[in-house]
């Protein structure tokens, strides 16, 4: 029996191995997504600040939604595809 294995035969040292392979190639897919999020939230952000500023209630928190989702749709499909998922 080997060092790390247990009554099942189960090698905990290998699936471990496994564990952070699968992690690193999650990674960049993990950063996209989170990038995407951070751009729709931000531009949003900043489109109700201007909004709340100069009284022009939903136009440019629409805008920021907007804008946010582009930016962040074109980073996650850049990210994707020089990964080659």
């Known amino acids: 029996m080997a ?4 009554d099942s035969g189960f090698d905990i040292g ?3 191995e496994s564990f952070q392979k699968v992690i ?4 960049p897919a993990a950063a996209a997504s989170y990038g995407l ?3 729709i939230l931000l531009f ?3 489109g109700w600040y201007i909004d709340s500023n100069n009284d022009t ?3 440019m928190t629409l805008i920021g939604l907007v804008v ?3 930016i962040g749709f074109y ?4 990210t994707m595809t020089a990964n080659k998922y």
């Open 57 to 59: 209630s939903p136009i």
């Open 24 to 27: 690193k190639q999650s990674g």
């Open 75 to 78: 980073h996650l499909v850049k």
């Open 14 to 16: 290998r699936s471990f």
């Open 44 to 46: 949003t952000f900043i």
């Open 37 to 39: 999020i951070v751009s």
């Open 68 to 70: 946010g989702m582009i």
């Open 3 to 6: 060092g790390s294995e247990n």
